[in-house]
């Protein structure tokens, strides 16, 4: 089959790379669309040192098991569900974990991958292709309300106009919190104004921080985001931390602690509130879609949204 392998920094189209042999537990899925998302230009920049076939947002078709021929989208995160980590209800960080397309287990950028059955969830008829690729990042960004951390009618600043800043400003507006998105593109923030006009914008360069938000949330995929994070936050305020960035980075911690600033991480999330706000359309995903691409120009894909300011871009792997 075809896939879009990563080896160290190296990535290229393998026409004869072998179909995945599910493990016990795991089926088969035809992927119909993929999209490409922060962490695949992390990964091919070396982060993770993954080896393998890349992708993790994507659509398909279950092709065994209790879904087959059914139209599914799938957790990432593929657990033992043994460990004391798992039994204690936190599978997602099980020690023994891979991660589809991140982690020791090969992605979706290829025309089947084998995923974990428990990980599927069905796509709902109302819900168009399109816009079920979304469901695994607009789940990372409901965890941050999972994880307690925004309450309604708090101020909410949002550093980065990118695919993940613009669903977390949705979902965070949504939920009822004041929300302020800081970016560096003046076309991908008019195209969250026009989602939700409630949404405020504002120019990186015309901020004006004044260490007033409740939370703020670093959505930049930078290692500026966190200063900027702190320049916004309130004394006892929260920073939540979106994106991961390669390499280490050197940042003065007093801040933090003068402030009394919480500083937490957020990272997968729940695909039922992801589904719900998509079905309900009180998510709109179809206006990031900037560009397509055949699995064939997989690479082009990594590269245009590498270099390029685009929101999403998707890949048509196979016909539904
Ligand atoms: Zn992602
Ligand atoms: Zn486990």
């Not at 043994?82 to 090969?106: N, Q």
Request: charge should be negative; include cysteine.
């Amino acid at each position: 089959m075809k896939a879009l392998h990563l080896s160290g920094t190296r990535f290229d189209i393998a026409t004869e790379y072998p179909r995945p042999e599910p493990l016990p537990g795991e089926v088969l899925v035809r992927v119909v669309r993929a999209g490409v998302c922060e962490t695949d230009l992390q990964l091919i920049q070396g982060y993770m040192g993954f080896e393998g076939v890349l992708g993790h947002e994507f659509v398909g078709f279950a092709e065994s098991g209790r879904f087959a021929d059914q139209r599914v989208v799938a957790e990432i995160n593929c657990s033992c569900w043994k460990c004391d980590t798992c039994r204690s209800g936190l599978p997602t960080h099980c020690p023994d974990r891979t991660v589809l397309g991140i982690l020791g287990h090969d992605g979706a950028f290829a025309e089947y991958i084998a995923v974990p059955e428990q990980n599927l969830h069905t796509v709902p008829e109302s819900l168009s292709t399109d816009e079920a690729v979304f469901v695994e990042p607009l789940a990372a960004a409901y965890q941050i309300l999972k994880q307690g951390l925004a309450e309604r009618g708090q101020s909410v600043v949002v550093l980065g106009d990118g695919r993940l800043g613009n669903l977390c400003a949705q979902v965070l507006a949504d939920f009822g919190c004041n929300v302020l998105v800081v970016g560096k593109h003046d076309r991908k923030l008019n195209v969250l104004r026009e989602i939700n006009s409630e949404i405020k914008t504002t120019l990186l360069e015309d901020a004006t921080p004044s260490r007033d938000a409740d939370v703020v949330v670093d959505c930049t995929g930078s290692s500026t985001g966190l200063p900027t994070a702190l320049q916004h936050v309130k004394p006892w305020g929260t920073v939540v931390l979106k994106t991961t960035v390669a390499g280490e980075q050197t940042l003065a911690l007093a801040p933090i602690v003068i402030d009394e600033v919480r500083v937490v991480g957020s990272r997968c999330g729940p695909f039922g509130d992801a589904l719900d706000g998509l079905q309900s359309g009180r998510i709109k995903v179809k206006p990031l879609i900037t560009e397509r691409f055949g699995l064939d120009q997989a690479v082009e894909a990594l590269k245009l949204t590498s270099n390029q300011p685009v929101l999403k871009v998707l890949l048509d792997v196979s016909a539904e």
